[in-house]
């Protein structure tokens, strides 16, 4: 490239939109964020409104929660209301006059810290996005995975265990069941069911209105009963990404999403499970576990981003 | 290419070294075989032999069963004996004198299947070789996908079940335990050890000796416990196939491997439990389920054309 770019890149949330534009060192060099309304049209034209407050620009890029095709469709979103085969990529590029690049938030957040973050350099690694529920971008040898349809990364719906807990997706066992924060209050509501968790059940008031922040506040007091959740809990991260490294070979997994703020109690258990529960693990390299650097920013600087990686 | 060239691959099976030699076309214009010996030097000194039967040559490939590096070094091989940290790539280019290019033994199936078999044309595909255990290989994004250490498609050890049967490998509840093979025989034993499989038993003479060749015979002649086994197996080779379809989203899945034997049987449930398991099976399209058509060969084939795919 010879002449400086301006690349905007807007992550479409459940609550609000944050639209940023990288220059050509990927710096931010200019932010603005709305409130996400509700239904098609308004989010167009809020999307709209977000880019036109960034302009001049030279490429734009979209990043959604939920499962986005090649063309920049989004099939559903559980998180945003009203959204159905909702055309974004080419409503927006109508009212723009411009290509639109459209993506998964997770797989945002995954180019985010390829370029710019924890995973920089890196030809082969897998972004895991822990949140209310699990999502997840794969690099390989130097590409964005997109898969056959654009759908690569619905790691969360993984089934780890068939006769295990039921999914609001239909199956049973589903990885995020366990791994996630919600899976997190989850593990820890059934062990203050089992009259395992006092003092965390004593800060929450009651066994359910036990949550994983009160499970972090008891364990971060060296409450043993809490640490053991965590226990339990790094254990099921670490199966899904030892299935994943079975699967892929990674050199890199990148842990990110809202359960990085409490990698200070999950990280030495998935670190000791993933060793255990990964196949010949005497006869290979462990891929590095790093947590993710971008923060909130990451689908923002993301989707600035899927315009270069889509290319490659 | 502007000259004809001659690819020479050789599979390296636990019983027998299987060589091809094709040709521009990928028809195979030169075969020779012979017993796979026992420790490194001697099956290096086989390798060598069977190359010279089919020289002239312009590249060579090798394709072995177990864990590869990028380099073409077998760290073990469950199948083959006293194998450990073995050299072959590096120890048969400085016998020939020429580049040898070295893979997992279910990497060079994909690799024939893709090139010259059903997922000729596919640039986002699993294969997955059902035999005594299960193997894969990846490729996405037009690319044989490699990871960072060569190891990527060891989907075998993909845990379904953390508290199920124990596998050889030390861990639990992996997928190979059900969905292979040896898995087919396990699924049926337990059954027949409950009393549920009158006629299998008949045929086997004894619970213990109750194989997925006689669960293939009951079936076949229409005994309803027999097919209510293969059922139960289809559902856990979907498990996977559903697990793998929504970390990657391939086009296509392939399977091969001995279990292609009984498809007659197993494809029904397989695809029935596949729309079942997949993640938001309606909101995308389901990838095609082909098995596999290079038979035996695939693995020399797809060895042959190492060469060509790892430079892509």
């Known amino acids: 490239m010879t002449t400086p770019a301006r ?58 929660p939920g499962l986005v095709t090649m063309d920049g469709t989004l099939r559903a979103a559980p998180n945003l209301v009203d959204i159905r085969d909702f055309h974004v990529g080419r409503l927006l590029a109508d009212r723009l006059g411009t290509d639109v690049h459209v993506d998964n938030d997770a797989t945002c957040a995954a180019v985010a810290e390829w370029k710019r973050g924890v995973a920089r350099g890196s030809d082969d690694f897998v972004m895991v996005t822990l949140g209310t529920g699990i999502g997840g971008g794969v690099v390989a040898g130097g590409r964005l995975v997109r898969g056959a349809n654009g759908f690569t990364g619905e790691i969360g719906h993984m089934v780890v265990d068939p006769t295990g807990p039921p999914c609001p997706c239909g199956r049973r066992g589903c990885w995020e069941r366990y791994a996630s924060g919600s899976g997190l209050g989850r593990l820890a509501r059934d062990a203050a069911a089992a009259h395992r968790l006092t003092r965390v059940v004593e800060i929450a008031g009651s066994v359910d209105d036990v949550r994983g922040e009160q499970l972090a506040v008891a364990a971060r007091e060296g409450d043993l009963e809490a640490l053991e959740v965590f226990d339990e809990f790094g254990r099921w991260v670490a199966l899904g990404l030892a299935n994943l490294t079975n699967l892929l070979d990674p050199g890199l997994l990148v842990l990110g999403g809202g359960l990085a703020a409490s990698k200070d109690l999950s990280s030495g258990p998935i670190r000791r499970w993933f060793a255990e529960l990964l196949y010949a693990p005497e006869l290979r390299p462990h891929p590095r576990l790093e947590f993710a650097e971008m923060g909130e920013r990451a689908g923002a600087i993301g989707a600035a981003l899927l315009p270069v990686v889509h290319a490659l």
Chains 1, 2 share one sequence.
């Open 7 to 64: 690349r905007v890149g807007i992550d479409v949330g459940g609550t609000k939109c944050l639209a940023l534009c990288l220059d050509d060192d990927l710096q931010v060099v200019g932010e603005a964020r709305r409130p996400t309304p509700k239904g098609p049209d308004a989010i167009i034209d809020t999307l709209v409104g977000l880019a036109e407050e960034l302009a001049p620009f030279d490429t734009i890029g979209v990043g959604v």
